[in-house]
């Protein structure tokens, strides 16, 4: 008999299981930038992180009933420390900078930078996990980045893209990497959690219940003593914007946020969060047929650039 909170995958290869999660939360997580574009747009990044994590909350409680059957996770304090400094740098402090950055600068460019973040997350796992970062992977690291770079550079006329300022576009890139740094050392932070007790693994729904309701309370917290909260009360009263919240919300920090967990677990988590980075690859297409933005071919080569370099992260 297994242990509580401890998980099963029979005669699945647990990398397999891993990385097929990793490539899941991609597709999730592009779907969500659109969401929480749109919904930033009408109500504000700042009500969109805090209600997001709220309504997430809320979805994962009841999973976590249904499945596990308790409505808060069993775990140690030292457990529910490092899934809550994990929620609060990667949802509360992360996605909040990511959120503004897509306000700021688009869903395409925004994604493109965030796919720097298995670098941060590469650096932090071999500091405090010592999962080593081979020489392919430095290699792929530095192909990626490359990638990241060409596309950035795009100018955006080419890049059928709305123009903007060159100070509105600085500070989106720099909460874009905020974000990145955000999410790759939360991710190593919720490693670190869900392994601290051997005897009692932590299930993925399990840590992300605990990072989602520590990184809601950092959110409004940080809202009310900001003097937000009047803000936050208006928000709500735009049910497009708060509809969209919604949708963003079950698809991301529900199901993105979950198998992210997922694939922490059962693979390294350089690996994990690079097969977490492909947004900048799909989200082409969506904007594509979306919003009739045809990227350049120098941003399509910028992409696959990008992709080549994962694809090395991944082999290695």
């Known amino acids: ?55 997430a909350v809320g979805f994962l409680v009841l999973t976590h009933a249904i499945l596990l059957g308790t409505i808060l996770p069993m775990a140690t304090n030292e457990q529910w420390f490092w899934m809550g400094v994990s929620g609060v740098v990667g949802l509360g402090i992360g996605d909040l900078a990511y959120f503004g950055a897509l306000v700021a600068i688009g869903p395409r460019r925004s994604v493109l930078l965030m796919a720097s973040s298995p670098i941060f997350t590469s650096i932090v796992a071999y500091l405090m996990l010592g999962e080593t970062i081979p020489g392919l992977a430095i290699l792929g690291i530095a192909i990626t980045l490359g990638g990241i770079v060409v596309v950035i550079l795009e100018e955006e006329e080419r890049s059928g893209e709305a123009p903007v300022s060159k100070r509105l576009r600085s500070y989106g890139v720099f909460l874009a990497l905020i974000g990145a740094i955000g999410q790759g050392v939360g991710l190593v932070l919720s490693k670190k959690g869900i392994y601290l007790n051997p005897e009692m693994t932590l299930d993925p729904l399990s840590a992300t219940l605990m990072r989602m309701i520590l990184g809601a309370l950092f959110v409004w917290i940080i809202a009310a003593v900001a003097k937000r909260l009047p803000e936050l009360r208006k928000a709500i009263k735009s049910k497009e914007g708060i509809r969209q919240t919604a949708a963003g919300a079950f698809v991301g920090p529900f199901l993105g946020v979950t198998l992210s967990m997922v694939a922490v677990t059962y693979s390294s988590a350089g690996i994990a969060q690079t097969l977490m980075s492909l947004m900048p ?28 370099g994962v694809a090395i992260l991944f082999l290695t």
Request: charged share 10%; proline share 4%; hydrophobic share 50%.
């Open 1 to 55: 008999m297994r242990p509580y909170n401890t998980i099963a995958v029979n005669d699945l290869d647990p990398n397999i299981v891993g990385e097929t999660a990793a490539v899941a939360t991609s597709c999730l997580w592009t779907i969500t930038s659109l969401f929480f574009t749109s919904a930033g747009k009408k109500i504000g990044s700042l009500s969109v992180n805090a209600y997001r994590t709220v309504m």
């Open 281 to 308: 690859v799909l989200i082409i297409p969506v904007v594509w047929v979306l919003y009739k933005q045809r990227t350049s071919l120098r941003g399509i080569l910028g992409a696959a650039v990008a992709v080549i």
